[in-house]
């Protein structure tokens, strides 16, 4: 019966566009994805109606009346076997068939599609944009990663941050090429709205395409398993109408390039917050992922290994570009490295940001 | 062998049998006889079985709200990979090779042990061993890498209790080569006059498969284990990117022997299906050879289409193509047996009793775990639906469903055989009606869940999927009701139950010649063989 309400549920669509199985198809090649499943969809439910029907309609009819039944003997029977060895074969054939097709669809990206960086880390996504230049001006690229601290305010729940972290932002009527790698372990990007999906992998560039007719919001989700906050890696993909999407990225770049302008401790305050230091360190004292870093400059440090050190510029310079060097006493080695990350002038601009914190 | 001794005459009355034959309990841990080896390894994967229940009962009350409230997001994710790691490597694995297999695959094939028995009992103790490093990550703190432990972030993290948790697999992997080697050589020396491989009962067959399976996949595992294991103390690069390695490989090898092991677990199921959908319906089987080729195809082709799981890994199209296309091969065989048993049912003198029940219950949930697979083998669907609960609902139902509901139809099937006592039928039905409810109240919203994007291995998860993961934890807690029911009134069988006939189900298999419970050396007399294990018609003309 289980199997029977979600069958005559399936094509019902939903208030937000979805449907009873699948949510609101929102990129050029859901629909396809869509199709695919229903086929196999319906060809299943046939195919359990009609074997589940026969099992009970047997397992009533013949019943055991008597301890002393006899049975007829029923060995097999050769056309039965084959056709039920033939028949699904051509189902089958057709399903991989159409998977086949929605899958090059799926991997093959347009020649003209927009490219965006997409770097995991434990535990939010960056997305880097490139440079480009508008009407003859040099932009620079840029960054948006982390939570949006206004909207953190809003909601005022630090255990809700998942709602506030910084969306990617396509164009709609655009196909838009993510080019994927991570710092750390496996993650995994996962649009369920666009049926597409691809894995993060460290040492590796992956690459996810789609494209998105209409405006709109969209969930992101990590669906690779990726430690503690695994659950909460989560993002949004923010669809524009192309000219908001253009004010959107110029406006961006522009502010890149002021904050290019940025030195010392202002664009290493920056860089703590878009570089993903904020959701593994505190300034106030307390303990998060790692130590908090305000106060230290000039303190000993105890060390894993019983040694200490003196945090002087070396040392936390040491600490950003390959962590695993020094490790504090009491604390995991789940530091990423941000060796080949981070261009001097940023490195410096953390220390300079870290020796001013109170 | 005399006809006196065919159905319910001269039952276990007679004084001595396995179980009492010797005492005390060094005569168990240090016995060589596969019967009560096989007994030790149903009551020490029941109460393994018991203790990832109740994981995933603590993980199934995690999800009963959105938020991630009740265990902190690290207590959860050890949780769930405790779960994983024991109902993978503890449970299903030896759930019914090590436990009906042991008991039954000797009895059917009419011999007095397996080929080796000292290596059989060197199995359990290894088996046993394995699992004491599992249990020391358990009570040290656990782990919290997933039981698939996929690398970087096994290789990558600090927690010495992964290394413990990696050996414990390690180790557990020689138990079932062993186990496998045993049963190889077993089927093929030790048969009785007259059994010959066609007229060796299905379960033997399925047992068979299972162990070439386990022979030639186990290694493989066990080599991946012990590089991590390498990896993690020497620190060379194999697995982890920091250090030169290729993670993805690791996910080739990891799965190279997981594909596999899936059938070493549903295989045995399908024996049992195969014995209790037979003799409860008085019927021979619908094309004995096609069940017993498609045991051995299906084995054969498991090792080909590992790639499954990696769809979205980041391996090249063109392998995510072949893998797709070979896996639909494996459905051919998986339909032939299904289409079999159901055919079986055809005029047949079927008994609705617990066995029988739970028996037609994996039908159903086989079906639904083996056509959702469907979805998972074409690429276009698996893209979107890959790590999401609808993989998880898709493996519960197949692995966990259909092993179980095998494993407690054959656990009734055999009990008067094993214990010598009949439980309370009225009870069993009962119980079924309720497991079965529970289980699919569990595990089919996970399917809508997964299809409408909630991914797997999450602490939280976004409200819209609230109302799936409340029907599910409900059907849990049903689940899990039922299985305590089912461990009493069998538990309360052994102290009142009816004493049970040689032969209480009329079946025409040798094991059910012997007493209940047989003698020390399986049978009373030597056993000849001279009709099919399906041959109820010669079975009737011999008794009467
Ligand atoms: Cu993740
Ligand atoms: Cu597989």
């Known amino acids: 019966m289980s199997m029977l309400l979600p069958l005559l549920a399936a094509g019902v669509a939903r208030a937000d566009g979805g449907q009873f199985w699948m949510p609101k198809a929102a990129s050029t090649y859901a629909q396809q994805v869509d199709d695919v499943f229903y086929f196999i969809y319906f060809t299943d439910a046939a195919f359990f109606v009609v074997l589940m029907a026969a099992m009970i309609i047997m397992a009533v009819k013949y019943k055991r009346r008597s301890e002393d039944d006899t049975t007829p003997v029923i060995k097999g029977n050769h056309t039965l076997e084959l056709v039920w060895s033939v028949f699904p074969t051509f189902l089958l054939v057709a399903m991989f068939w159409l998977g086949f097709r929605g899958w090059i669809n799926m991997s093959v990206p347009p020649a003209d599609s927009m490219e965006i960086r997409v770097i995991g880390q434990k535990w939010n996504w960056t997305y880097q944009y490139p440079a480009a230049s508008v009407n003859g001006q040099e932009l620079p690229g840029f960054e948006v990663a982390g939570a949006d601290e206004a909207c953190m305010q809003r909601i005022g729940d630090p255990t809700r941050d998942i709602e506030c972290n910084a969306p990617i932002v396509v164009p709609a009527g655009k196909p838009v090429k993510l080019v994927m790698n991570s710092r750390d372990v496996l993650h995994s990007f996962f649009i369920p709205d666009f049926r597409a999906k691809k894995d993060v992998v460290p040492g590796r560039y992956t690459q996810l395409w789609f494209e998105a007719p209409e405006p709109g919001e969209h969930n992101v989700f990590c669906t690779e398993y990726c430690g503690d906050r695994h659950g909460y890696m989560y993002s949004k993909v923010k669809v524009l109408p192309q000219a908001e999407f253009d004010a959107w990225i110029t406006e961006q770049r522009e502010k890149a390039k002021a904050s290019g302008a940025l030195t010392g401790a202002a664009l290493g305050e920056q860089l703590f917050a878009s570089k993903g230091c904020a959701g593994c360190h505190k300034l106030d004292g307390s303990r998060l992922v790692g130590p908090p870093l305000n106060a230290k400059f000039g303190t000993q440090e105890n060390l894993e290994g019983g040694a200490t050190v003196t945090i002087d510029e070396g040392y936390l310079r040491e600490s950003i570009l390959v962590p695993g060097a020094k490790v504090v006493a009491g604390y995991p080695p789940s530091m990423p490295p941000y060796q080949g990350q981070l261009n001097d002038a940023q490195v410096e601009g953390l220390v300079e940001y870290i020796k001013s914190l109170k | ?544």
Not at chain 2, 7 to 19: I, P, Q, R
Not at chain 2, 29 to 42: A, E, Q, S
Not at chain 2, 250 to 262: D, E, I, R
């Open chain 2, 1 to 544: 062998m005399s006809t006196s001794t065919l159905d319910g005459v001269g039952h276990g009355a007679s004084g001595t049998n396995y179980l009492n034959a010797k005492k005390g309990l060094m005569s168990w841990l240090f016995t060589i006889d596969h019967k009560r080896i096989g007994v030790m390894y149903l009551a020490t994967v029941l109460t393994f079985f018991l203790a990832g229940g109740l994981f995933a009962l603590a993980i199934r009350t995690e999800l009963a709200t959105p938020a991630g409230d009740i265990f902190s997001a690290a207590v959860y994710n050890k949780l769930f990979t405790l779960h994983g790691a024991i109902m993978v490597f503890l449970v299903l694995v030896p759930a019914i090779p090590a436990t009906l297999g042991n008991f039954l695959l000797p009895l059917q094939l009419g011999t007095i042990d397996v080929a080796f028995p000292k290596l059989n009992l060197l199995s359990f103790h290894i088996y046993v061993f394995g699992s004491l490093f599992l249990l020391y990550t358990l009570v040290t703190g656990g782990v919290d890498t997933g039981w698939t432990f996929y690398t970087p972030y096994s290789s990558s993290s600090a927690d010495g209790n992964v290394v413990a948790a990696l050996t414990g697999a390690f180790i557990l992997g020689f138990s079932s080569i062993l186990t496998g080697l045993n049963f190889i050589v077993t089927v093929h020396k030790m048969r009785a006059p007259g059994v010959t491989w066609l007229r060796m009962p299905l379960f033997v067959w399925a047992i068979y498969a299972t162990s070439v399976i386990q022979v030639l996949a186990t290694p493989v595992i066990a080599i991946t284990l012990f590089l991590l294991i390498f990896e993690k103390i020497v620190g060379i690069g194999i697995f982890d990117p920091a250090l030169g390695g290729d993670p993805v490989l690791f996910q080739h090898f990891f799965w190279f022997y997981s594909h596999p092991v899936v059938y070493v677990m549903v295989l045995p199921a399908f024996g049992v299906m195969s014995e209790t959908i037979t003799v409860h319906s008085r019927k021979h089987i619908f094309g004995y050879t096609a069940i017993a080729a498609s045991s051995v195809a299906i084995a054969a082709v498991g090792f080909i289409i590992w790639g499954h799981h990696m769809f979205v890994s980041g391996q090249s199209e063109l392998s995510g193509t072949v893998f797709s296309l070979l896996t639909f091969a494996v459905a051919i065989p998986t339909a032939i047996k299904l289409c079999s048993w159901i055919a079986t049912l055809y005029k047949g003198s079927i008994q609705w009793n617990t066995p029988m029940l739970y028996s037609l219950g994996f039908l159903w949930i086989f079906a639904i775990g083996g056509l959702t697979g469907l979805f998972l083998a074409t690429l276009a669907t698996d893209v979107h639906l890959h790590d999401t609960y609808f993989v998880v609902a898709h493996f519960h139902y197949v692995m966990m469903g259909g092993v179980l509901f095998a494993l407690v139809a054959g656990m009734h099937h055999w009990w008067p055989k094993i214990t010598g006592k009949m439980y309370n039928d009225t009870i069993g039905r009962v119980t079924f009606v309720l497991s079965f409810i529970g289980y699919n109240l569990t595990f089919f919203p996970q399917f809508v869940a997964g299809s409408q994007g909630m991914p797997r291995r999450y602490h939280q998860y976004l409200p819209e999927f609230e109302m799936w993961n409340q029907l599910s934890t409900l059907g849990s807690y049903l689940f899990g009701l039922s299985l305590f029911i089912i461990l009493g009134y069998l538990l309360q069988s052994l102290f009142s139950g009816k004493a049970a006939p040689r032969n209480p189900w009329g079946a025409a298999s040798l094991e059910w010649r012997t007493q209940s419970p047989p003698v020390e050396h399986n049978f009373e007399g030597d056993v000849v063989c001279t009709y099919g294990p399906y041959d109820y018609e010669a079975h009737r003309a011999l008794k009467s």
